[in-house]
């Protein structure tokens, strides 16, 4: 099996190849990198770009720039909405002592300052993963982002030249502390395989980015996955009274609730033992799709059944 530097396996980290770069398995990284092309060619031909009316909205906007809109979700947690992928979603979570950024979506210039002028607490950049919509240029502004290792480094370019500061790795379960406040890592794989939760138990909501699709799951894994992700996730939401999770493209009414974790579950499972089929489907790369309870769940038939 032929060898590739950490250097080149830099600049193979696009999107979802990481892992496979590292591991020096050179045909199957090609062979990602032409998916995740196809896949992000795909989401430039389908995904809208005009971000949901205001009138969806029940939070009070707080900043209004070109690139993002910010909105207040209670006294110390906001939503900001980017605009080049739906609704990309960017939340930043305050404590007494610190804060959070999670995500930084596709290209929202100053990003930093922005945050800046809605919390005066030191910031952590952190990601429920590493797709460009939510990991893209603005991660340049900040010395440190958080990803799950499983995902590496799935950000467009060549990676030394894009970002210059430090990758730090979460655990699976690890706790934030920020004063008063804290947040709690899941590590919820199925629509990557670094995708991760973040659990406010205190507040009983959390933040998903992808991991669940807002409404239109993309399994970039495969239903196996899903069936775990969904029934731990079940299970700890029941535990601490969870009510509802903010997903990675917010429009104001589509927050993911335990019913939607478990119809996700239900669809797993009866993919899995042969009691559904799927039609087929063209968008982003996937050429599968199940629907039902108001989410669409697109897959890669035949990998993904398993």
Known sequence: MEEISRR??????????????LSGVKAQAKEIERMVNRLEQNAKEDDPKTPAPDSNYAEKVVYKGPDVVIRQIDEHTWVGNGHLMY??????????????????GTKIM?????????????????????????????????????????DMVMIRGKVEDFYQGTL?????????????????VMFTPGHTPGSCTFFDKQRHYGFSGDSFGSTNLLLMTNFSTLMATTFRTKWYMEKHGITKLYPGHYDGKN????????????MAVEML?????GNDSGQNGLNGVITDHGVNIRYKNPGGIK
Do not use: C
Request: hydrophobic fraction near 40%; glycine fraction near 8%; charge should be negative.
């Open 168 to 184: 730090k790795y979460f655990e699976d379960g690890m706790v934030w502390d920020l004063g008063g406040r804290q947040i709690e």
């Open 87 to 104: 609704n990309e979603s960017i939340y930043i979570v305050e404590g007494e002592e610190k804060a959070l950024l999670i995500d930084a």
């Open 255 to 266: 927050v993911e609730t335990l019913k939607r974790v478990s119809d996700e579950y239900d």
């Open 110 to 150: 100053d990003l930093d300052k922005i945050v800046a002028q809605i919390t005066k607490k030191p910031v952590t950049l952190i990601a429920t993963h590493v797709h460009g919509d939510h990991t893209g240029y603005a991660i340049k502004y900040f010395p440190e982002l958080w990803i799950n290792a499983s």
């Open 8 to 21: 080149t396996a830099l600049k193979l980290m696009g999107a979802g190849m990481a892992a496979v770069a």
């Open 273 to 277: 033992e042969g009691r559904r089929e």
